[in-house]
């Protein structure tokens, strides 16, 4: 008798040990594949912070575009380097605020805004400058009198 318990219980271990090494198996599967999913977030999560840095950038252009359309439409003084970025960043809208400026008296006068994108790009300055001098001397400014 005792060697038929002695055979019970050992097969009786063997299939609790081969139950615990599927057990074990499918956790280490089940871990590599949340690993997985986490490498996976991580890429997503920093792709979505490179194009919310490319979008913040692009907003800040836009916003400085609009204050220098804004002070041209004014009738403002601004600098040539402001025009220039202007029309480099987004000449329609250069050529919108030329045809929309209103004539001063004692027209205000403004620092550059564009300062702080030259010298967080130098690179970018020394080769286009040229390009957008050129644009710059195509472009005819019209001027329109309003009596207000």
């Known amino acids: ?73 004014a009738g403002d003084k601004v600098s040539t380097k402001d025009h220039q970025y202007l029309v480099k960043h987004d000449p329609k809208l250069y050529g919108k605020a030329l045809m929309m400026r209103v004539i001063k008296e004692e027209p205000k006068e403004y620092k550059q805004l564009s300062e702080e994108e030259e010298r967080n790009n130098p690179l970018s300055k020394s080769s286009t400058n040229s390009e957008v001098t050129s644009d710059m001397n195509e472009i005819v400014t019209p001027t329109v009198d309003i009596q207000i």
């Open 1 to 73: 008798m005792q060697i038929k318990g002695k055979a019970f219980t050992d097969s009786n271990l063997i299939i609790k040990e081969e139950e615990q090494l599927k057990r074990k198996q499918e956790l280490e599967r089940e871990l590599k594949k949340q690993q997985k999913m986490e490498e996976q977030l991580k890429r997503e999560a920093e792709a979505a912070k490179k194009r919310m840095e490319a979008e913040q950038e692009a907003l800040k252009i836009q916003m400085i575009c609009l204050k220098i359309a804004g002070r041209i439409i």
